[in-house]
């Protein structure tokens, strides 16, 4: 008599394969939009200016600051300021770290629950009190500063959501 293969329970990621493909195009999305939009906008062609409208539009919506984004293609400016950028950045290195290490790592923080909840949020916070700290006066706008502060938060947002997104696999006693 053969013994029958154990039967495990589905992985959560497993029961919806389109989510984690779905999440990279939105992360390229967000990635690549602020990049292209000046250079779509500056196309004599009829389409692509519309694009870079639709992008500029999302951006006005998104940063507190889009008027301090960089000149890519004079006079067009990125659709984002570059602590909106730096956030983003932060975002795609957390995605990296998540799928070298599988969200297995310390610095995940789901695993945390609450505490790791408000290390997040903390970590997110930095990008609100750098603002503030520029429009009390405490500094001027300076790119490399803003990236800065955005990529921490980028990173605190990161290492909490990319686990969730891309959950690793369910690890059964013994296959460690």
Same mark, same amino acid.
């Given at each position: ?15 919806k ?9 939105v992360?390229a999305? #967000? !990635? %690549?939009?602020p &990049? $292209? ?6 196309? *004599? ?10 992008i500029?539009?999302m951006?006005n919506?998104?940063c507190?600051?889009p ?6 293609s004079p006079p067009y400016l ?8 730096g ?7 957390t995605?990296y770290w998540v ?10 923080l789901?695993?945390?629950g #609450? !505490? %790791?909840l408000? &290390? $997040?949020i903390?970590?997110c916070?930095v990008? *609100?009190?750098e603002?503030l700290?520029q429009?009390?006066?405490?500094w ?5 500063v803003?990236t ?16 969730l997104?891309?959950?690793r696999?369910v690890?059964y006693?013994g296959s460690?």
């Amino acid at each position: 008599m053969t013994k029958a293969a154990p039967s495990f329970p589905k992985s959560p990621s497993r029961s919806k394969p389109w989510r984690e493909p779905f999440a990279d195009l939105v992360l390229a999305a #967000l !990635v %690549g939009g602020p &990049l $292209a939009a000046p250079f779509l906008a500056a196309t *004599p062609l009829p389409v692509l200016p519309l694009i870079a409208n639709i992008i500029y539009w999302m951006g006005n919506h998104v940063c507190p600051q889009p008027e301090m984004g960089l000149v890519l293609s004079p006079p067009y400016l990125m659709a984002v300021c570059m602590r909106c950028y730096g956030t983003l950045i932060g975002l795609v290195i957390t995605r990296y770290w998540v799928a070298k290490t599988q969200g297995w790592g310390r610095y995940w923080l789901p695993q945390y629950g #609450l !505490v %790791g909840l408000a &290390l $997040a949020i903390l970590l997110c916070l930095v990008y *609100p009190a750098e603002l503030l700290a520029q429009h009390l006066g405490w500094w001027d706008y300076n790119n490399w500063v803003v990236t800065a502060f955005g990529l921490v938060s980028g990173l605190g947002l990161g290492a909490y959501i990319m686990p969730l997104i891309y959950r690793r696999p369910v690890q059964y006693a013994g296959s460690r």
